[in-house]
C-alpha cells in the first residue's frame, strides 16, 4: 500500500491553507478564501473543519472531535478515527486533555486555555447572505463595513416573534470590525467566544472560506438596546449529571412524548456527575 | 447649487448614451427628464447617481467631484443623502423582509439601534405614505402595486435625503394609482424642500410634479426650460411632437 | 431704469415644427412701459396675442428677441435672460397671474389652493389662511366648500377660486387673463373690486377684460392689438 502523507493532506497543500489561516488570524472575522480540496468525505460532514485541522496537526497533538457536543457521535467517531489512522496522533474525549478540538455544533463547556486550538466545521461562512445573494456585494458591503441588514434581521425575528428568535449561528463582531458567522453552535456558547484563551479557527468546505478569532479577542453578539442579546436557559438541570451550567439537549424517551434533558457535551457531563458522585465512586 | 453636471459623455460599445449633457440642480427643485424609450435618459440618471461610470465630464454634489469620491462615500451618499425610486418597487425592495424592516433598514445602517424607536419611525412613514401602520409587519408581496410603489418611497425618505433619483416613478401602475402617488409625492417634496430628478416618457408626469424640464433625444439635451416654457411653447421640433403627442396644453 | 416693467422691441413668432415649419408672428418690435398704480387692459380680437403677452411676460412663452425688464426685489431683470430659478422667484415675489382656468390639483382643499403663493413666501401657515378665507368669503365660495378639493366645484366657482389665488399674496404686477369671464354681476363686481384695491395698493395690473365698460372702468390706459 501506497503510504499516506500525514494527516492525509499533502504539504503542499497544507502549505496553502496554513497562509490562509496566518491571514485569516491577522484579519480576525476576515473569510479568507482557499483552495479547499476534495476530501474523503462528503460536503457537510466537516471537509472544511478536516482540512483545517489537517494543516496545522502535528505528531505531538491530542485531538479531540465533537459533533453537537458528544464524542461518540458517528460524525465525531469517523473524523477522530481518520486522523488516529492517517497522523498517528493521540485522541481523547477529554477537553482538557486535548490540543485540538475539531468541532460541529458546540463549544466545549469547560473553558479552554491557552494554548488550544478549537476547529470550527462551518456550513455557510458569510452572515450577510440570508438578505443578500450577491457575493461581489457582500463582500463590499464587509469591506466598508455596511452592517445595517444584520440588524435588518434580528428586526424581522423581534416583529415575528417578539423576541430575538435566531438561536444558532447567532452573528457577532470581531474586534470592533468584522460581522461573522460562528456557526451553527447555539447562541449560548457566544459569550464563550469572547476574550476565549484558545485559538478558534472556522473552515468551510464546500464555500472555500478560511476564517479566525485569535486568543482573547473581543467577540461581540450583535443586539438592539431595548432587546438585548440573551442566551438560553433551562427550568431543570441536566437529568443525568444534574448539571445546571451546560447547554441541554432535549430528548424524547418514548412513544408518549416523555421528555428529559441532558447536557450535550458528554465530556462536560461525566465529568460533572462524576463530581457528583464522589471521589471515592470511580 | 446641489448639483453640477458639466459636458457628460457616456457611450456603450459604440452607441451614444448621453452626449455633452450639462444641467444645475439646486435645493428644491425637481427636474424632470424627459425622451422616448432609448433617448439615454436612463443612462443619465445612473451616470450621476453612481450607479454607471461614464467616459467624460464632471458631476459634482456640493461641490464635491462624485469623480473622485471613494466607493464607501458614494455609497453613503446613497443611502443617506439621496434616494433612488425604481420604476419597479421590486428592485428598489427587500421582498424577502417585512415591510416595516423595509422602512426601517436605513435607520439601522446609520446605526440606530432601538429597536422601539425604530419601529416608531417606520411607522410614521407609512402613515405618511398612506399605508396602515398596522400592516407593518406583512411582505410587500402581500401589496398592490401602487402600495409598494408608496413603500419604497417611504424606505428611501426616512433617512430624510435632500436628493432623490425617480426612474419612472408611476410606470406599469394603473391611471388611478398613479394620480394618487403622484399627488403624495408632489406633497412629501414639497413638504420636505427635497430636490429631485424624475425621468419619465410621461409629460403629465412631468408637469405635476417638476419646475424644470430637460427633453432628450438620442442622447443629446434638445431643450430644457422652465416646465411651463417648455410644455406651452416647445422650441425644438422633437419637444413640439412630445408635447403634442402625449398632452393636450 | 424708471419704469417698473419695460418691454423693448419684443419680437416673438411661433414655429410649427409639425406643420411644416409654418411660422406664425405674434409680436414684432413692440414695446410697452408700465408703473407702479397703472392699469393697461388689452383690447383686440382674439388670436391677436393677448394672452401671449401675459405669457410672455409670465416667462411661459419665449420670444425670440427684445427685453423684458422688471424691477424685482429692488433690482432689475430681464426675464427674458433671467435663469429658470431667478423666473421662478420673481414668480414667487413679483409678478401674479390669474389664469383662465384653475389648474386643478387633485387632493388640495382649496384653501390652501388659495393661500398657495403667500406660503411660497414663507408666511405662516395660519396667516396665509386667514388671508385665503378672506378672500374665499370676498368671492362668495360658501364656507362648506373650503376644505374640499376644487375638482368636483362648479366652472364658476373654479374660477372664483383662481382669482382669489391670484389676488392672495400681493404682488407689485398682477397679469388678469379674463378674469370676469363667466361670473355673475355681484362677483364680477366683487372682481373688479379686487382690482381697484390691488391698484390703490401700488401694484400694476395688466389685464385682458371680455367686456368694454369692465376695461374701460379699472383701466387707465388701453392696447388695442
Known amino acids: 500500500m501506497t503510504q499516506i502523507n500525514f494527516a492525509y493532506l499533502n504539504e503542499q497543500t497544507k502549505r496553502m491553507i496554513r497562509r490562509a489561516l496566518l491571514k485569516a488570524v491577522a484579519i480576525p472575522g476576515y473569510q479568507v478564501p482557499f483552495a479547499s480540496r476534495e476530501m474523503p468525505m462528503p460536503y457537510g460532514w466537516g471537509t472544511g473543519g478536516v482540512q483545517v485541522t489537517a494543516a496545522i496537526l502535528t505528531p505531538d497533538d491530542t485531538l479531540k472531535v465533537i459533533d453537537q457536543g458528544a464524542d461518540d457521535t458517528t460524525n465525531a467517531v469517523s473524523i477522530r478515527k481518520f486522523f488516529a489512522r492517517t497522523a498517528g496522533v493521540a485522541t481523547t474525549t477529554e477537553t482538557q486533555k486535548a490540543t485540538i478540538i475539531q468541532t460541529r455544533h458546540r463549544v466545549p463547556e469547560h473553558p479552554l486555555t491557552e494554548g488550544q486550538i478549537l476547529v470550527y466545521q462551518v456550513p455557510i461562512p458569510e452572515p450577510l447572505r440570508f438578505l443578500e445573494p450577491r457575493e461581489t456585494e457582500t463582500r463590499t458591503m464587509h469591506a466598508l463595513e455596511e452592517y445595517g441588514v444584520m440588524h435588518v434581521k434580528l428586526y424581522e425575528d423581534i416583529a415575528t416573534h417578539g423576541h430575538i428568535a435566531t438561536s444558532y449561528a447567532y452573528p457577532a463582531k470581531v474586534a470592533s470590525r468584522y460581522v461573522f458567522d460562528p456557526s451553527p453552535i447555539p447562541k449560548f456558547d457566544n459569550p464563550k467566544l469572547n476574550h476565549c484563551a484558545a485559538l478558534q479557527l472556522f473552515g468551510a468546505g464546500r464555500e472555500k472560506r478560511i476564517y479566525a478569532v485569535p486568543p482573547f479577542t473581543q467577540v461581540i453578539s450583535l443586539d438592539f438596546e431595548d432587546h438585548p442579546f440573551e442566551v438560553q436557559r433551562w427550568d431543570t438541570p441536566c437529568a443525568i449529571c444534574g448539571s445546571g451550567t451546560g447547554y441541554l439537549d432535549e430528548i424524547i424517551t418514548d412513544d408518549a412524548g416523555t421528555r428529559m434533558f441532558v447536557c450535550s457535551d458528554t465530556d462536560h457531563c461525566a465529568t460533572q456527575a462524576a463530581l457528583k458522585a464522589g471521589p471515592n465512586a470511580a | ?249 | 431704469m424708471q419704469h417698473l416693467l419695460e418691454i423693448t422691441a419684443l419680437e416673438k413668432h411661433f414655429i410649427l415644427h409639425l406643420q411644416e415649419s409654418q411660422r406664425i408672428d405674434v409680436f414684432s418690435d413692440f414695446s410697452l412701459t408700465l408703473d407702479e398704480g397703472q392699469s393697461l387692459g388689452l383690447a383686440g380680437p382674439s388670436g391677436k396675442g393677448k394672452s401671449s403677452l401675459l405669457k410672455i411676460i409670465w416667462g411661459s412663452y419665449q420670444p425670440q428677441a427684445g427685453s423684458i425688464r422688471i424691477r424685482h426685489r429692488g433690482e432689475v431683470v430681464d426675464i427674458m435672460r433671467a435663469s429658470p430659478r431667478e423666473v421662478l422667484d420673481i414668480r414667487r415675489h413679483t409678478i401674479g397671474y390669474v389664469t383662465q382656468f384653475l389648474r386643478v390639483i387633485p387632493r388640495v382643499p382649496a384653501i390652501d389652493v388659495v393661500a398657495e403663493p403667500l406660503l411660497e413666501r414663507g408666511v405662516a401657515p395660519e396667516k396665509a389662511r386667514q388671508r385665503a378665507s378672506e378672500l374665499l368669503e370676498r368671492l362668495s365660495i360658501p364656507e362648506k366648500l373650503w376644505k374640499l378639493p376644487p375638482l368636483t366645484f362648479s366652472g364658476g366657482e373654479q374660477q372664483r377660486v383662481n382669482i382669489a389665488r391670484g389676488f392672495c399674496a400681493p404682488s407689485p404686477v398682477l397679469l388678469l387673463d379674463e378674469p370676469t369671464a363667466s361670473l355673475d354681476a355681484l362677483n364680477r363686481a366683487r372682481v373688479l373690486e379686487l382690482v381697484r384695491d390691488a391698484l390703490s395698493a401700488g401694484s400694476a395690473v395688466i389685464g385682458i377684460f371680455h367686456d368694454e365698460a369692465e376695461r374701460l372702468s379699472v383701466c387707465s390706459r388701453s392696447l388695442i392689438l
Open chain 2, 1 to 249: 447649487m446641489l448639483l453640477e453636471v458639466k459636458g457628460l459623455n457616456k457611450r456603450y460599445e459604440g452607441q451614444v448614451a448621453c452626449e455633452d449633457v450639462s444641467f444645475d440642480l439646486w435645493p428644491g427643485e425637481v427636474l424632470a427628464i424627459v425622451g422616448e424609450s432609448g433617448s439615454g435618459k436612463t443612462s443619465l440618471l445612473k451616470c450621476i447617481s453612481t450607479q454607471l461610470g461614464f467616459d467624460s465630464g464632471t458631476v459634482h454634489y456640493k461641490g464635491a467631484d462624485l469623480g473622485a469620491m471613494g466607493e464607501a462615500a458614494k455609497r453613503e451618499l446613497m443611502r443617506t443623502q439621496w434616494g433612488f425610486v425604481h420604476q419597479d418597487a421590486r428592485d428598489g425592495l427587500r421582498m424577502g423582509v417585512s415591510a416595516g424592516a423595509n422602512v426601517g433598514e436605513r435607520l439601522m445602517a446609520v446605526g440606530e439601534r432601538h429597536y422601539g424607536s425604530i419601529r416608531q419611525t417606520a411607522a410614521e412613514w407609512m402613515a405618511r405614505v398612506e399605508i396602515d401602520p398596522a400592516r407593518m409587519d406583512e411582505s410587500p408581496r402581500q401589496f398592490s402595486g401602487g402600495m409598494r410603489q408608496r413603500l419604497q418611497i417611504a424606505r428611501n425618505l426616512v433617512s430624510r435625503p435632500q436628493l432623490i433619483f425617480m426612474d419612472e416613478p408611476t410606470g406599469g401602475l394603473d391611471v388611478s394609482v398613479q394620480a394618487r402617488l403622484l399627488d403624495l409625492l408632489r406633497g412629501l417634496v414639497r413638504d420636505m424642500g427635497l430636490a429631485a430628478i424624475v425621468v419619465t416618457h410621461d409629460l403629465a408626469v412631468a408637469k405635476l410634479l417638476s419646475s424644470r424640464i430637460m427633453v432628450m433625444q438620442k442622447g443629446r439635451v434638445v431643450e430644457q426650460g422652465l416646465t411651463d416654457q417648455v410644455l406651452e411653447d416647445p422650441q425644438a421640433a422633437y419637444s413640439q411632437l412630445l408635447v403634442s403627442s402625449v398632452l393636450q396644453v
